[in-house]
C-alpha cells in the first residue's frame, strides 16, 4: 500500500514537472523565435522592399503553433491527459459544438486576420482612420491589431471589429493628400485679396507640392485652388485645396496656414467673424410696457 502511494506521488511529481516544464520551454523557445523573426522583417522586408504585413502575420502565429504541439505533447506523454482526449475524440460532436459556441469570437478574430493579410485594405506602416480613431497600424496578430494613434497610446482592436469597420487608409494607394483647409471672411470683406493671401501663404509653405497637370500649368491655373462654398448667416466661407505628400505633413501644413493666414488677414483689415447673438431679458420688456 505504501509503495502503491508512493509510486502515485512520484507520478504526480513527475507528471508536475513535465507539465510546467513544457510550457517554461514553449515560452522560452517561443521568446527567442519571436525576437529572431523580428529582426529578421525589420532587416530584410527594407533590403529587398516587401510589403512587412506578411511576416509579422507569421510572427505573431508562432506562438499560437508552439503552444499548440506543447499541449499535444503533454497530453501524448501524460496517460491521464492521454484518456482524457481520447474521451473527448469519442465525443466529438458535442466538444466541438461546446467549443464552437464558447470560441466563437476567437475564431472570428482569427479568420479576419487572415481575410486582412489576404486582401490588405491596410498593411504594417500605414495610416488609417476607423470609427473617430486615426492612428498607424503597428502590428496585425493572429486576434488583433494593434494601432499607434497620435497621442502614442497603443489602441488594440479586434480583427473581427475593425474587418467590419469603414476604414479611411491615407497610405494604400498614393501617399499624395489634398488637404481641405476651409477660412471664414465677413460680407465687407475683399473675397479677391482674402483668396490672394491664401494662395501666397500655401504656395511658400515648404511642404507644399505643385500638383497641376502639364496642361493645368499651360493654361496658367493657378497652383492653389480656392472656392466660396457657403454664405452662411454671418460668413463667407472660403475653402483652399493644397498638396502636400503624407499625413502628418498635411495636419502640419493646415495648422501652419491657420495661424499664418490669420496673422495676415489681421494686416489686412480682413476680418474672420463670429456669429452675434442679441440677448433680451423678460424684465426689460415689462418695464418698457409700463
Known amino acids: 500500500m505504501e509503495n502503491y502511494i508512493a509510486q502515485i506521488d ?11 516544464g513544457t510550457i517554461l520551454v514553449a515560452f522560452i523557445v517561443s521568446t527567442i523565435i519571436r525576437k529572431i523573426a523580428q529582426v529578421a522583417i525589420n532587416k530584410y522586408s527594407e533590403r529587398i522592399k516587401v510589403d512587412p504585413t506578411n511576416y509579422s502575420f507569421l510572427k ?3 506562438s499560437f503553433i508552439i503552444f499548440s504541439i506543447a499541449i499535444s505533447f503533454i497530453f ?15 465525443g466529438a460532436g458535442v466538444f466541438a459544438a461546446i467549443l464552437g459556441f464558447a470560441a466563437q469570437k476567437a475564431f472570428s478574430n482569427i479568420v479576419s486576420g487572415i481575410f486582412i493579410l489576404i486582401f490588405k485594405p491596410f498593411r504594417v506602416g500605414d495610416t488609417i482612420e476607423f470609427s473617430g ?34 476604414i479611411t487608409n491615407s497610405d494604400i494607394i498614393d501617399e499624395l493628400i489634398r488637404q481641405n483647409i476651409e477660412f471664414s471672411i465677413s460680407f465687407d470683406a475683399d473675397i479677391n485679396k482674402a483668396i490672394e493671401i491664401i494662395q501666397q501663404e500655401a504656395e511658400k509653405h ?4 505643385d500638383h497641376r497637370t502639364t496642361e493645368a500649368k499651360k493654361a496658367n491655373e493657378p497652383k492653389v485652388v480656392v ?5 452662411t448667416d454671418f460668413a463667407v466661407r472660403l475653402k483652399a485645396y493644397v498638396w502636400c505628400f503624407g499625413n502628418d505633413n498635411a495636419f502640419i501644413l493646415k495648422c501652419d496656414m491657420l ?21 433680451v431679458y423678460k424684465n426689460d420688456l415689462i418695464k418698457q410696457k409700463n
Do not use: C, W
Open 10 to 20: 512520484s507520478d504526480y511529481l513527475r507528471h508536475t514537472v513535465l507539465i510546467f
Open 60 to 62: 505573431n502565429s508562432l
Open 76 to 90: 501524448y506523454k501524460i496517460p491521464f491527459f492521454k484518456s482524457l482526449g481520447a474521451a473527448l475524440f469519442a
Open 133 to 166: 480613431r486615426k492612428g498607424v497600424v503597428e502590428e496585425i496578430t493572429l486576434r488583433h491589431t494593434a494601432i499607434k494613434d497620435y497621442e502614442n497610446r497603443r489602441i488594440v482592436v479586434p480583427n473581427s471589429f475593425i474587418s467590419e469597420d469603414i
Open 206 to 209: 515648404p511642404l507644399f507640392i
Open 227 to 231: 472656392r466660396v462654398i457657403e454664405l
Open 259 to 279: 495661424k499664418s493666414v490669420k496673422e495676415q488677414f489681421d494686416k489686412n483689415g480682413i476680418e474672420i467673424p463670429f456669429p452675434y447673438r442679441t440677448i
